[in-house]
């Protein structure tokens, strides 16, 4: 127990790292998975056989590889460089490759929501002479949101679990690390660890009641 | 709903406008593509030096058939491993003892909601303080999965035997079997057919996830690829990941198709009277379902009747 209390700052410093990459990672994933999504149901099969490409091949791939290809591939090799400052960079890289990679997931979920949506709210939209983007954004997408925030709700859960890789992608300060860097000083300590797992579940279990409650409320009535 | 249904059978001027849109897609996609390609070749990624040893059989045989023997190795013992923890627990949690139905429940809520790379850490540090030194990659990244995927597995086993209806359970009381007759002969064989799609999309994961390894330095598919590789063959890092991300996606997929085909095939099964399962994760099974750095699972396509 002392070693929780001795190194609880810095721990609680480590799990703040997993929910600013947490914040970061659920705006842009949701965003790029819409987009994803829109792709792969448009009328243009350019855009619907790039998009399934993209979530076949990012969904199969293991996260560790996508973070580590994205430190040492694409910043340390090709020179895609977010910040001149080593630690702010790694950040973003990690939120990158976090982003781009839940997207796919995202995409995945709306998709299963746009399948919910009854084939009659697709072909009202077409008859009242709504346009492919309009009858998206306003017909279907809307509908097949509120289908889906449960199963959101479990990709950003597993989002918020998934931050804990950010050390593949050369970010060591978030608390995985830190947990790693007590252990390495006292030892495997059961508090230590229990302790952080307590965090995660002090923010992934409201999550998974509120989508769950919110799911129920905004349930389309069909 | 089918993607069609979203649009209509273009007229003449939808048709002009998605021959547009074709036209510019066609020309944004070729601007990423030739964006990456160019980013490459300003790097010299593309010069044959580099990819070379991925001609040669030695690089194979020293490398990457190591590496993927190791992946397999861990993803094979700990997917047994997994399966039995998950159907004791899964049958478990069934039990109408309550004492042993909330130990279970609690077992596997809370393996389920531990970030796996922080189990596999734990046990990483804790196996030498136990049983004394030696290496533990392998013990700890086979262990993490287990409890973890085994957790998820359970609550497969519970949606599966909840998921046959309950006549069948009603009938089998009916003609004189006891509990655990009624569980092994009536439930259990039409669960299994339900739930075998959930299963392998869940060992699809289980595969995935054996590559946190490499945080922990267990010598798997992405370990020798990614680390030792390049540090052989100066430069080959870039070829490397492709070579190896071919690698996994080629054995995800395999598995993925084999999944999606198990589905179809118990959705016309005779052999159960039970739905397939929903894979793990998506709204069917319940909060907080997450499964290791898989985005949580997805709901089966539902056609629209």
């Not at chain 1, 609680?12 to 994933?29: D, H």
């Not at chain 1, 608390?175 to 230590?192: L, R």
Request: net charge positive.
């Amino acid at each position: 127990m002392e070693d929780l209390i001795r190194y609880a700052p810095d721990l609680a410093l480590g799990f703040l790292e997993n929910i600013k990459l947490s914040i970061v990672g659920a705006i842009t994933s949701l965003i790029l998975g819409t987009v994803l999504v829109a792709m792969r149901v448009s009328p243009t099969p350019v855009l619907r056989a790039a998009g399934t490409i993209y979530v076949n091949v990012v969904r199969n791939t293991p996260l560790t590889l996508v973070l580590a290809f994205s430190a040492l591939g694409l910043s340390d090799q090709l020179g895609l460089v977010f910040s001149s400052v080593p630690s702010v960079n790694s950040f973003w890289i990690v939120a990158m490759g976090l982003s781009a990679y839940t997207a796919a997931f995202v995409c995945e979920a709306l998709r299963s929501g746009i399948n919910t949506v009854p084939l009659g709210q697709a072909e009202a939209a077409r008859a009242i002479g709504l346009t492919f983007m309009q009858s998206l954004r306003m017909i279907i997408l809307p509908q097949a949101f509120r289908a889906v925030i449960a199963p959101l709700g479990s990709v950003m859960i597993a989002m918020i679990k998934n931050t804990t890789v950010a050390v593949a992608g050369g970010y060591a300060f978030d608390s995985a690390n830190k947990m790693k860097e007590a252990f390495d000083q006292v030892g495997a300590s059961i508090p230590i660890f229990l302790g952080i797992v307590v965090a995660f579940m002090c923010v992934t279990l409201p999550i998974g009641y509120f989508t769950g409650w919110l799911a129920k409320r905004l349930a389309v009535v069909r | 709903m089918s993607s069609a249904v979203l649009f209509d059978v273009p007229g003449p001027r939808a048709r002009v406008r998605n021959g547009l849109l074709t036209g510019v897609s066609v020309v944004a996609v070729a601007a990423v593509l030739y964006g990456i390609y160019s980013g490459f070749d300003a790097k010299g990624q593309w010069e044959a030096k580099i990819w070379q040893p991925f001609l040669q059989w030695d690089t194979w045989q020293h490398f990457i058939i190591p590496g993927l023997i190791g992946t397999l190795r861990a993803a094979a013992v700990a997917a047994v491993l997994a399966l039995l923890f998950g159907a004791v627990f899964g049958l478990a949690r069934l039990s109408d003892r309550a004492y042993i139905r909330v130990t279970a429940g609690v077992v596997v809520e809370v393996f389920r909601s531990i970030p796996l790379l922080l189990l596999i850490f734990f046990i990483f540090y804790l196996a030498p303080s136990l049983i004394g030194g030696g290496d533990y990659t392998f013990i700890a990244v086979v262990l993490g999965l287990t409890f973890y995927n085994g957790s998820v597995l359970a609550e497969v086993v519970r949606a599966g035997v909840n998921a046959v209806p309950k006549g069948q359970s009603e009938a089998a009381y009916a003609v004189g079997m006891r509990k655990n007759q009624v569980m092994r002969l009536v439930l259990l064989p039409q669960a299994v057919t339900a739930m075998m799609p959930a299963i392998v999309s869940q060992l699809v994961v289980l595969l995935k996830d054996t590559a946190l390894g490499y945080i922990i330095a267990y010598v798997d598919l992405l370990n020798t690829g990614f680390k030792i590789l390049p540090a052989a063959f100066f430069g080959s890092l870039i070829p490397a990941a492709i070579v190896i991300g071919i690698i996994y996606v080629t054995l995800n997929m395999a598995l993925s198709y084999l999944a999606t085909w198990l589905e179809r095939r118990s959705r016309r099964s005779r052999r159960t009277s039970a739905r397939p399962v929903a894979a793990p994760g998506s709204a069917a099974v319940g909060i907080g379902a997450g499964e290791g750095t898989e985005g949580g699972g997805v709901a089966p396509d539902r056609p629209v009747e």
